[in-house]
């Protein structure tokens, strides 16, 4: 216990965090977390724990909390060079519809060298959905000084993204100003048209779908534009969240269920779990962190009111 020496109130020392007023054991919560990080449905965890349906939701809607107040915590450090790969998954919500009505649409936004996560978003396929990935792209971008998307064959997020990151550029020429990207931001798209050809009659693969500033600087090269990481990792998904799994009843029965299980993973993912193909956190590979985290410290964190 501890005393404040303003108002001379007492609270705990996990006040604030997720653990705050449980008197179960952080042993067995860490326990429960991880079966439902590798698979597990929420029944099945049930069935084997023993904890009500309700007490294991609560307990992950705790530990979600965290959120954000670990996504603030990565954008304090300043980063030299950032390359990100977009893409996007889809599973079924509460029942079976098509891909564009469901809300279980995901994008998916990762940092290539460390494999960090930068965007795990879900709902319906609108506007909306991928503002709120290209705004988190742009929060790196003005504490990067080089930023790089590559994306394959979705043409909304240079788009959302041109029209929040763009400068006009004086040439000195006479005539109409020219509005380009910022300086060092650059976006490469996975052509997957067939009618899309430059001026020789050629099919263009990659191409810049938004004018960039001239005085870039970060080059790119063709055969680094495509998003084959992003795609093992939806594969990993599928395999460690169980509303992804394919032709089984145990979807999310909503979206904001949905969301609570992909901001555990998110929270896992880039803090907790080394990952195999770097063998470090991916927290600690982007230089967020000196040192990966438990399960058992992420709970005594405090959340940002």
Request: a positive charge; aromatic letters at 8%.
């Amino acid at each position: 216990m501890y005393q404040c020496c303003e108002c001379d109130e007492y609270f705990s020392e996990t006040y604030g965090s997720p653990i705050a007023g449980l008197l179960t054991p952080i042993s067995a919560i860490v326990q429960v977390l991880k079966a439902r990080t590798e698979g597990i449905g929420l029944n099945a965890a049930v069935r084997t724990f023993g904890y009500a349906k309700n007490t294991i939701s609560g307990r992950e809607r705790r530990l979600a909390g965290l959120h954000q107040t670990l996504f603030l915590y990565g954008l304090v450090y300043e980063f030299l060079q950032l390359i990100f790969e977009g893409d996007e998954l889809y599973t079924k919500v509460k029942k079976n519809r098509d891909a564009h009505e469901s809300e279980g649409w995901t994008i998916v936004v990762m940092e290539r060298a460390s494999r960090y996560i930068a965007v795990l978003e879900c709902g319906v396929k609108q506007q909306h959905l991928f503002m709120k990935a290209v705004e988190t792209i742009v929060s790196f971008f003005e504490q990067s000084k080089a930023v790089a998307l590559f994306i394959d064959g979705e043409r909304r997020y240079s788009q959302l993204l041109f029209d929040i990151c763009h400068e006009v550029f004086r040439s000195g020429k006479a005539g109409r100003l020219k509005k380009v990207m910022k300086k060092n931001c650059v976006v490469r798209l996975k052509n997957k048209s067939s009618k899309r050809r430059d001026s020789e009659g050629k099919l263009k693969k990659i191409e810049a779908p938004k004018p960039e500033h001239p005085e870039t600087t970060m080059a790119v090269d063709e055969t680094e534009v495509h998003a084959n990481h992003v795609e093992a990792f939806k594969l990993s998904i599928r395999r460690r969240l169980s509303s992804f799994r394919r032709r089984t009843n145990t979807y999310a029965k909503g979206q904001p269920h949905l969301q609570r299980g992909l901001d555990i993973l998110w929270i896992i993912h880039n803090f907790v779990k080394p990952h195999f193909t770097i063998g470090k956190v991916p927290a600690v590979a982007i230089g967020i962190l000196k040192r990966g985290l438990s399960l058992e410290e992420i709970l005594q964190l405090r959340a940002i009111v």
